[in-house]
């Protein structure tokens, strides 16, 4: 396959401070939605209704700025910092850039449409779905890094992927229940489709399976 824009890669750039800015950026618009504008919350969040109803389509990209508590944002900031930062330094600044807002983008957008047809107005907030992707291109990247879930359990990359993948399938398919569990499957959907078109990696066989 010969060069498209489609896989043709950014020049290399490493910036630390573009995480950081994006951290920056999620706990700015929180604590304004948090503490001074709460009508933010509905601008900002996907609302099904407000997408289709009022053409709201910037909510496509702002929901994954919004949080629903201090503790939704902490632990997806600290992820987002934790793979993050390895990431962009392995892909460069712009590339990560481009990944985490086109993955982050068309997760909402997949699940604005998997509510609509369920029926369900479900308020979408929160950086999960772009997180979920940038965990799965660490696992790509950094295919022997062990991670220790709750400080303690050593799980090897690729193989936490796998055990995401199913918590979330089997939520989907359960009930709601307040998670965006379809929303994290799309995100990982999302990067898995961009290891395979833009970088030409097939993450099966990054992972030795």
């Known amino acids: 396959m010969g060069n498209s824009i489609l896989n043709r890669r950014m ?55 919004m949080h629903g508590g201090v503790w939704h944002l902490a632990f997806n900031m600290l992820a987002l910092y934790m793979f993050g930062m390895l990431v962009s330094r392995s892909i460069g600044s712009n590339e990560f850039l481009l990944f985490y807002l086109l993955t982050g983008t068309l997760s909402g957008i997949a699940s604005f449409f998997t509510f609509l047809l369920s029926g369900h107005n479900y308020i979408l907030l929160g950086a999960s779905g772009a997180i979920y992707g940038v965990m799965l291109l660490f696992s790509v990247f950094f295919p022997n890094a062990v991670v220790y879930v709750f400080g303690m359990i050593p799980v090897r990359a690729p193989m936490l992927m796998v055990i995401y993948f199913l918590i979330e399938f089997l939520g989907s398919i359960s009930s709601y229940g307040g998670v965006a569990h379809v929303t994290h499957l799309f995100g990982l959907l999302f990067a898995f489709l961009y290891c395979l078109i833009r970088f030409r990696i097939k993450p099966w066989r990054a992972w030795g399976f």
Not at 38 to 50: E, F, H, Q, W
Request: cysteine-free.
């Open 11 to 65: 020049h290399y750039v490493f910036w630390p401070g573009m995480i950081s800015g994006l951290i920056a950026a999620n706990i700015v618009l929180y604590a304004l939605a948090a503490f001074l504008f709460p009508r933010l919350t509905y601008i900002l969040s996907m609302v099904p209704a407000l997408v289709y109803y009022n053409h709201w389509y910037w909510q496509f990209v702002t929901y994954m700025f």
